[in-house]
């Protein structure tokens, strides 16, 4: 493609083409709209909460190990979905919004084809307030966007993001409508008249690519077959195609975290793993064998230390706890013997509290359909519910609501999503004076 080609973006702006793999998209014009926040259930909740998104739409924040937070603490990262109740389709879009805490506003600053129920629009940011990331899918292909905001100009890379590392210097992910086929909700809408194709077995060519958002140099930084090759009983996992899923980089930008899956041949059961590397791709390890996590387990997230990571587990088989592990594997240990592991954990950086939410099927649940925001004492061996609210109900599948309560960088607040009056809405708890 030429410098002074041109395509259309999601929304409908004219990207010029800067080099291969690299647009330069002028941004829609400023507006900004001012609404009112609104209590929820003013005192009967531990700590203030309060909705943030105006009542025009559904809204969502992106995940619990994805802070909303601008760096200073002033903004909020939000999408906004035009409806709520089936999947996207390859080419709707969802709005994405930055909500003035201060002023109470709300600014749409992008739109995006490159959404799903579970992430939003995987709404990441850079190391200052300057710069939101996003994904988009142009000339056919997900595709990272990092969108200015104090400019009018949104650049569009060369390869997608699930994450982005803490100095803003590159973006990793397996491709986005292949996470899709694995599991919707977490990529992009999927191209039904030329869906992507999943490699059978360890592909070489396939897995998580790494893309310099210095130099806008893509690279494939681990395939799934090196991957495969640190497992030490290959002979347990036969005829079973492997692929990636959640992929992380710790607070520090040092290591990354990367849920590999196994799907054997025609069995929903799969086998899931967990291992962790440089963020060079160097000195890979595998923390969490598939036979560790098959009697039960889910949602793995870094320990602000950048050593550990918390991840919900049955260590007897039996019952869920939420546990602490080093990188390796090694140091493995239970962080309450009392409280019911579940929902999406994450602790302060002193492990002296832990937030986390409930599934609607899990015991601690309402009969009402509400599920509680659980906040741990670890220290005390203690448990509150910030609050309980509506997520929507049971067996929503893809089209669920998880609170994901995600804890701000000065771990003082929550932010997490709700439905109390079904629709989608996300919400804040000041903690200043509880923790």
């Avoid at 200073?72 to 709520?84: C, H, K």
């Avoid at 996207?88 to 909500?99: H, L, N, Q, S, Y």
């Avoid at 390890?285 to 950048?306: F, K, S, V, Y």
Wanted: hydrophobic share 35%; with cysteine; net charge negative.
């Amino acid at each position: 493609m030429r410098r002074r080609d041109f395509l259309r973006t999601s929304a409908g702006l004219a990207a010029a083409v800067l080099t291969e793999g690299c647009w330069s998209v002028t941004r829609p014009e400023k507006t900004t709209k001012a609404f009112d926040f609104r209590p929820y259930r003013s005192g009967q909740t531990v700590g203030e909460v309060t909705c943030v998104t105006p009542d025009d739409g559904f809204y969502l924040q992106t995940f619990y190990d994805v802070c909303p937070w601008s760096p200073s603490g002033r903004y909020l990262a939000v999408t906004r979905f035009p409806f709520q109740d089936r999947e996207p389709k390859r080419g709707e879009t969802a709005d994405v919004c930055v909500i003035d805490l201060h002023e109470r506003t709300i600014e749409t600053v992008y739109t995006t084809k490159g959404w799903g129920f579970q992430l939003g629009a995987n709404l990441n940011w850079g190391a200052t307030d300057r710069h939101l990331y996003t994904n988009d899918i142009i000339a056919g292909q997900a595709v990272c966007v990092r969108i200015d905001l104090e400019d009018t100009e949104a650049k569009a890379f060369a390869g997608p993001m699930y994450h982005i590392a803490p100095d803003e210097s590159s973006v990793i992910g397996f491709p986005l409508d292949l996470i899709n086929v694995t599991q919707a909700g977490y990529g992009v809408p999927v191209d039904e008249d030329n869906p992507p194709v999943l490699h059978e077995n360890a592909s070489k060519t396939q897995g998580l690519w790494q893309t310099d958002l210095r130099t806008n140099t893509k690279r494939l930084l681990l395939s799934i077959a090196d991957l495969h090759e640190r497992i030490p009983d290959p002979e347990t996992l036969t005829d079973v195609t492997f692929y990636l899923f959640h992929s992380k980089f710790n607070p520090q930008g040092t290591r990354i975290m990367q849920v590999f899956r196994g799907r054997p041949a025609g069995q929903r059961k799969l086998r899931p793993m967990l291992f962790a590397f440089n963020s060079d791709g160097r000195n890979i390890e595998l923390a969490i064998r598939w036979q560790q996590w098959a009697p039960g387990g889910h949602h793995p997230n870094w320990h602000p230390d950048g050593e550990h990571l918390i991840m919900n587990l049955k260590p007897d088989g039996k019952t869920m706890r939420f546990c602490r592990f080093r990188y390796d594997g090694s140091e493995f240990t239970v962080l309450s013997e009392k409280r019911l592991g579940g929902g999406h954990p994450s602790v302060t950086r002193d492990e002296r509290f832990l937030v986390t939410d409930a599934y609607p099927n899990e015991a601690v649940a309402l009969e009402n359909g509400e599920v509680p925001i659980r906040l741990v004492d670890l220290e005390a061996d203690d448990e509150r519910s910030i609050c309980t609210i509506y997520t929507l109900g049971k067996g929503k599948g893809v089209l669920r609501l998880d609170p994901h309560p995600v804890w701000s960088r000065d771990y003082q607040q929550v932010c997490f999503n709700g439905a109390p009056e079904g629709r989608r809405q996300v919400f804040i708890a000041d903690l200043t004076n509880v923790i």
